[in-house]
């Protein structure tokens, strides 16, 4: 099986074999996709009848490739007199320059053609296999190829055509080339969005040959983008890439939100999750704060044009309540499907507030938080009126929807990731752990807004002694006291569900801890049993459900770990946090920077190198967050009133660090830090940070 | 004219909206009803919407028919869906048709706005 070649451009994108070509069944993810619908399933390169083979693959862009090819398939290297070049950007559909270049001393005379098809997919079929209710056509008109697809007033179109002269038919485009000697043939073909979402059609792709404006309004930007990000030096040199990575990444990442065109949020994942998750969207925004603050601000704004209004069982949706995902595709549009958008998220409510405090804190920006004033307040209520499903008092979660929602809506949602020690599973509505603590601080926060900035001291008041209330009772009811640490969910009547959980991190990092609990906590975060050496296992070896690679029941998260090191700073473990943040960079180096979103949750000494759990999405959004984090945390960045307070503890080996022109309502300052903390007393490889070494300097045996 | 049409508009023209602050500008829907075509226009800004049948040039158009329309408002169908479907055309602005989509009934199946017994009333 040939490896797939990913390029995208917002929500658009394409995956391809490693010869350009794309031969898609119902349950193959390849094609040419858009608003979750594929509009390209089938697109094979011939040259005289015979397929391609590829010599090379070159990734120019997020959003550009260029395969390099000869004719003749097979294993064998044929001395092949001619050579094809496909071109293919991504925007709009895409654009591809075909070239043939021949070699001989004779002309040539070939017949090149491209076969094409579509199924028109949505993406939820692509995943389950289902079959099309409505109507396929094809049309050929003004020089294009229009295949079509048509359900009642569901009607999607792809247009195709080129540059060069050809004949079309219902199946592809057929070119009759001459090629002189030591000349080359070359054509633009085009792959546009004919009839999109709402009727839109798009004819030209967004690229056009050798055009410099060519470049897609992410890459016009992508410059500006590095450009705008702080600074970065760092003695260890491994950091300095991981960061530069995160930060294109990021950038690759950007999504731009139907309803506010031109501005942009971190989707999900690449390619599968390129739409607005709550959830998602908000942790990295979070991690992305002191680095990009505009991705909160598009968040922010746009969750909050979806805020939830009324009771919809399908979409488990509440007024109040902050939607899990959004989607475009033909099962979202009958209803088959209840994204548009599903609200089965019981966490992503309760962190829009956080946000919203968090993004002030750091940025001074009044305006939007009196903007959405209403909207946080609807939020907060949301918490007490809607999610208090076991009638107790904490946030639970049940879906409405038994068919097509969200079974677990906590971000451990798989259906084995909230147990008993004993593998036991509990029951629904589940109220875990780490909600508690999310309502926790967006209550505190929203007092801290309803004071400063809705100049409301009375609901600042009663928010604080619900925060204080809830607090109490939480550090009763969730308290395992002969493990000492928090249950990481509690049942209807009351039982603790006693596993011990990476939870436990976000819990400090709310703030719900109690002082005199805090040190039981960060030990078992920082034990044998949790930490892994490269950072914090979902779930404790000591639990029957453990398995190192689990994917809520033990693997390490990156985006798990840089919150628990953020917890673990809130509560002053500053070189605990370090050492996570050690395990975590070093991991990164594994992954040239790019962290997956899980690795195994085998102990470091064990494998010597983090085992990358099999995912389907790369990169990540909240792992590429992660780096961006965890500098948070080490430097210790915080914003106190209009300053920046700057507290490092960093790893020994990193040496010294410079973060330079940090945004935020001071304007831009710089951070420096030098590495003191002695994360780890074991040897182990040469020039990572868990290794005592002068500088670090000495650059890590690269994979490649 | 219909009557969940005029209700709605009615309806939204008398309460103070849970908007967000920033969503301003003006949308008009038509609704094509056999021949004829209903014009409303609302305008909104700083979470208050005003209702008319005239009015200069909008930032959003909303098109669909007006049985499509009644379906929407009154719960029976989902608005967002119906985009998606073909069924309701935006032109324009997207974001005060997502501003304005929250004003459109529950599904009449589901539970009435019944909120959980919250642990902030029972406290107080």
């Given at each position: 099986?040939?490896?797939?070649?990913?390029?995208?451009?917002?929500?658009?994108?394409?995956?391809?074999?490693?010869?350009?070509?794309?031969?898609?069944?119902?349950?193959?993810?390849?094609?040419?996709?858009?608003?979750?619908?594929?509009?390209?399933?089938?697109?094979?390169?011939?040259?005289?009848?015979?397929?391609?083979?590829?010599?090379?693959?070159?990734?120019?862009?997020?959003?550009?490739?260029?395969?390099?090819?000869?004719?003749?398939?097979?294993?064998?290297?044929?001395?092949?007199?001619?050579?094809?070049?496909?071109?293919?950007?991504?925007?709009?559909?895409?654009?591809?320059?075909?070239?043939?270049?021949?070699?001989?001393?004779?002309?040539?005379?070939?017949?090149?053609?491209?076969?094409?098809?579509?199924?028109?997919?949505?993406?939820?079929?692509?995943?389950?296999?289902?079959?099309?209710?409505?109507?396929?056509?094809?049309?050929?008109?003004?020089?294009?190829?229009?295949?079509?697809?048509?359900?009642?007033?569901?009607?999607?179109?792809?247009?195709?055509?080129?540059?060069?002269?050809?004949?079309?038919?219902?199946?592809?485009?057929?070119?009759?080339?001459?090629?002189?000697?030591?000349?080359?043939?070359?054509?633009?073909?085009?792959?546009?969005?004919?009839?999109?979402?709402?009727?839109?059609?798009?004819?030209?792709?967004?690229?056009?040959?050798?055009?410099?404006?060519?470049?897609?309004?992410?890459?016009?930007?992508?410059?500006?983008?590095?450009?705008?990000?702080?600074?970065?030096?760092?003695?260890?040199?491994?950091?300095?890439?991981?960061?530069?990575?995160?930060?294109?990444?990021?950038?690759?990442?950007?999504?731009?939100p139907?309803?506010?065109?031109?501005?942009?949020l971190?989707?999900?994942?690449?390619?599968?999750?390129?739409?607005m998750f709550g959830r998602d969207s908000i942790f990295?925004s979070?991690?992305?704060?002191?680095?990009?603050?505009?991705?909160?601000?598009?968040t922010l704004l746009a969750l909050g044009l979806w805020q939830g209004s009324?009771?919809?069982?399908?979409r488990d949706e509440d007024p109040g309540r902050i939607l899990h995902e959004l989607?475009?595709?033909?099962?979202?549009?009958?209803?088959?499907?209840?994204?548009?958008p599903y609200y089965g998220s019981v966490d992503a409510t309760p962190l829009y507030v956080v946000l919203l405090?968090?993004?002030?804190?750091?940025?001074?920006?009044?305006?939007?938080?009196?903007?959405l004033?209403q909207t946080a307040r609807r939020a907060l209520a949301w918490i007490?009126?809607y999610a208090?499903?076991?009638?107790?008092?904490?946030i639970?979660y049940?879906?409405?929807?038994?068919?097509?929602?969200?079974?677990?809506q906590c971000?451990?949602?798989?259906?084995?990731?909230?147990?008993?020690?004993?593998?036991?599973?509990?029951?629904?509505?589940?109220?875990?752990?780490?909600l508690?603590?999310y309502a926790?601080?967006a209550?505190?926060?929203g007092?801290?807004?309803?004071?400063?900035?809705?100049?409301?001291?009375?609901?600042?008041?009663?928010?604080?002694?619900?925060?204080?209330?809830?607090?109490?009772?939480?550090?009763?009811?969730?308290?395992?006291?002969?493990?000492?640490?928090?249950?990481?969910?509690?049942?209807?009547?009351?039982?603790?569900?006693?596993?011990?959980?990476?939870?436990?991190?976000?819990?400090?990092?709310?703030?719900?801890?109690?002082?005199?609990?805090?040190?039981?906590?960060?030990?078992?975060?920082?034990?044998?049993?949790?930490?892994?050496?490269?950072?914090?296992?979902?779930?404790?070896?000591?639990?029957?459900?453990?398995?190192?690679?689990?994917?809520?029941?033990?693997?390490?998260?990156?985006?798990?770990?840089?919150?628990?090191?953020?917890?673990?700073?809130?509560?002053?473990?500053?070189?605990?946090?370090?050492?996570?943040?050690?395990?975590?960079?070093?991991?990164?180096?594994?992954?040239?920077?790019?962290?997956?979103?899980?690795?195994?949750?085998?102990?470091?000494?064990?494998?010597?190198?983090?085992?990358?759990?099999?995912?389907?999405?790369?990169?990540?959004?909240?792992?590429?967050?992660?780096?961006?984090?965890?500098?948070?945390?080490?430097?210790?960045?915080?914003?106190?009133?209009?300053?920046?307070?700057?507290?490092?503890?960093?790893?020994?080996?990193?040496?010294?660090?410079?973060?330079?022109?940090?945004?935020?309502?001071?304007?831009?300052?710089?951070?420096?830090?030098?590495?003191?903390?002695?994360?780890?007393?074991?040897?182990?490889?040469?020039?990572?940070?868990?290794?005592?070494?002068?500088?670090?300097?000495?650059?890590?045996?690269?994979?490649? | 004219?219909?009557?969940?049409?005029?209700?709605?508009?009615?309806?939204?023209?008398?309460?103070?909206?849970?908007?967000p602050?920033?969503?301003?500008?003006?949308?008009?829907?038509?609704?094509?009803?056999?021949?004829?075509?209903?014009?409303?226009?609302?305008?909104?800004?700083?979470?208050?919407?005003?209702?008319?049948?005239?009015?200069?040039?909008?930032?959003?158009?909303?098109?669909?028919?007006?049985?499509?329309?009644?379906?929407?408002?009154?719960?029976?169908?989902?608005?967002?869906?119906?985009?998606?479907?073909?069924?309701?055309?935006?032109?324009?602005?997207?974001?005060?048709?997502t501003?304005?989509?929250r004003?459109?009934?529950?599904?009449?199946?589901?539970?009435?706005?019944?909120?959980?017994?919250?642990?902030?009333?029972?406290?107080?």
């Amino acid at each position: 099986m040939s490896p797939d070649v990913k390029i995208l451009d917002g929500n658009t994108f394409v995956v391809s074999d490693d010869r350009g070509d794309i031969e898609a069944s119902l349950t193959d993810p390849t094609g040419l996709f858009s608003f979750d619908t594929r509009y390209l399933s089938k697109w094979v390169l011939t040259v005289d009848g015979q397929r391609l083979n590829p010599l090379s693959v070159d990734d120019l862009q997020y959003f550009e490739t260029r395969f390099f090819l000869v004719p003749g398939t097979g294993t064998v290297y044929i001395d092949a007199k001619l050579s094809v070049i496909r071109q293919r950007a991504v925007g709009g559909g895409f654009h591809e320059e075909l070239t043939i270049l021949n070699h001989d001393e004779k002309a040539v005379d070939l017949e090149v053609r491209m076969e094409v098809g579509c199924d028109f997919a949505d993406l939820f079929e692509v995943k389950d296999d289902l079959k099309k209710k409505g109507e396929y056509y094809t049309r050929i008109e003004d020089g294009r190829l229009v295949l079509g697809y048509r359900r009642e007033t569901y009607v999607r179109e792809t247009w195709i055509s080129a540059t060069a002269a050809c004949a079309l038919d219902e199946h592809g485009l057929t070119f009759s080339v001459h090629v002189e000697p030591n000349h080359e043939w070359t054509t633009d073909l085009h792959v546009t969005l004919g009839r999109g979402v709402g009727g839109q059609s798009i004819a030209q792709p967004k690229y056009e040959r050798h055009s410099k404006k060519a470049l897609p309004y992410m890459e016009r930007s992508l410059e500006k983008w590095l450009d705008e990000a702080p600074r970065l030096t760092c003695d260890w040199d491994p950091l300095n890439r991981t960061y530069q990575r995160s930060l294109v990444d990021l950038a690759a990442l950007r999504f731009s939100p139907v309803s506010l065109p031109g501005h942009y949020l971190p989707a999900a994942g690449l390619p599968w999750f390129m739409t607005m998750f709550g959830r998602d969207s908000i942790f990295t925004s979070l991690q992305a704060l002191p680095f990009t603050p505009e991705l909160a601000e598009t968040t922010l704004l746009a969750l909050g044009l979806w805020q939830g209004s009324r009771s919809d069982d399908f979409r488990d949706e509440d007024p109040g309540r902050i939607l899990h995902e959004l989607r475009f595709g033909e099962m979202t549009a009958f209803e088959e499907r209840p994204h548009s958008p599903y609200y089965g998220s019981v966490d992503a409510t309760p962190l829009y507030v956080v946000l919203l405090d968090e993004y002030e804190r750091w940025t001074g920006d009044t305006k939007l938080v009196r903007n959405l004033e209403q909207t946080a307040r609807r939020a907060l209520a949301w918490i007490d009126d809607y999610a208090d499903l076991q009638g107790n008092g904490y946030i639970a979660y049940k879906r409405r929807n038994e068919q097509s929602g969200l079974e677990n809506q906590c971000w451990k949602d798989s259906w084995d990731s909230i147990s008993y020690r004993d593998g036991r599973l509990p029951g629904f509505p589940r109220a875990t752990c780490e909600l508690q603590g999310y309502a926790y601080d967006a209550k505190m926060r929203g007092a801290r807004l309803a004071r400063k900035v809705w100049h409301d001291p009375a609901y600042a008041q009663r928010l604080e002694k619900e925060a204080a209330e809830l607090k109490r009772r939480f550090n009763r009811d969730f308290w395992v006291e002969e493990g000492q640490y928090y249950a990481i969910a509690l049942e209807a009547d009351g039982s603790k569900v006693d596993a011990l959980a990476s939870n436990n991190g976000h819990l400090l990092w709310s703030g719900i801890v109690d002082k005199g609990k805090a040190k039981a906590v960060a030990r078992h975060l920082m034990s044998p049993a949790m930490y892994s050496g490269w950072g914090v296992r979902t779930l404790s070896t000591d639990e029957s459900r453990y398995n190192p690679i689990g994917y809520h029941v033990g693997t390490v998260w990156p985006f798990d770990s840089s919150i628990v090191a953020w917890g673990l700073r809130r509560y002053g473990f500053k070189e605990e946090a370090a050492r996570i943040a050690a395990g975590i960079l070093d991991a990164a180096e594994f992954f040239d920077g790019r962290l997956p979103e899980a690795f195994g949750g085998y102990p470091r000494e064990l494998t010597k190198y983090p085992v990358q759990y099999p995912t389907a999405c790369s990169p990540q959004a909240w792992s590429t967050g992660a780096p961006l984090l965890l500098l948070r945390t080490m430097l210790g960045l915080e914003p106190i009133g209009e300053h920046l307070v700057v507290d490092p503890a960093l790893p020994q080996g990193i040496g010294r660090l410079e973060l330079l022109d940090i945004p935020g309502r001071w304007g831009r300052v710089d951070a420096f830090g030098r590495g003191r903390v002695d994360v780890e007393k074991r040897p182990r490889r040469q020039s990572q940070l868990g290794v005592i070494e002068d500088g670090g300097k000495a650059a890590k045996p690269r994979k490649k | 004219m219909a009557e969940p049409t005029r209700d709605f508009f009615a309806t939204l023209a008398q309460r103070h909206q849970p908007l967000p602050e920033g969503v301003t500008g003006l949308m008009r829907f038509d609704l094509a009803d056999g021949e004829r075509t209903e014009h409303w226009y609302l305008a909104i800004r700083k979470g208050e919407v005003t209702v008319s049948h005239q009015g200069p040039d909008p930032d959003c158009t909303v098109s669909t028919g007006l049985a499509t329309f009644e379906a929407i408002v009154s719960g029976k169908m989902n608005a967002m869906a119906a985009v998606l479907r073909g069924a309701v055309e935006i032109q324009g602005r997207f974001a005060l048709m997502t501003a304005v989509q929250r004003f459109f009934a529950a599904p009449a199946e589901c539970a009435p706005d019944e909120p959980a017994a919250g642990y902030a009333r029972r406290l107080s």
